[in-house]
């Protein structure tokens, strides 16, 4: 029973910062759009990020289709990591480079385990 409990705390835990960026990227979204292009990433771009940062984090905290869901949150972590986070010789950057690359590593535990009982898949199952 413990076993559930922290898992469905942990996919809250490992997820909230995702859904809380995607809605502040919603509310503004102008600066958003601006702050990448201003990087040379293509501002239509938000718009799936957006998509993925709302939809992904709900998917997992309800626990239903997870694996796939923090298959693409990974994989969002480490493109993150690598465009937005690698001047090194700024402190906060080399800090941010790293918070992504260990949460790609924490939702690849989930690829690799999916969630236990208090999940939409375990009840489909």
Known sequence: MLSNVLDLVGRVFI???????G???????EGSHGWMESLGVP?????PAIVLEVVAPILIIVGYQVKISAALLSLFCIATAVIFH????????????????????????LVVNGSKDFSLDKKFK
């Open 43 to 47: 501002g239509i771009l938000l718009i």
């Open 86 to 109: 690698t001047d090194f010789s700024n402190q906060m950057q080399f800090i941010a480079f790293f918070k992504n690359i260990g949460l790609a590593g924490g939702f690849l535990f």
């Open 23 to 29: 809605i502040s990227k919603i509310g503004n979204y």
């Open 15 to 21: 997820s909230a910062i995702f859904l809380l960026s």
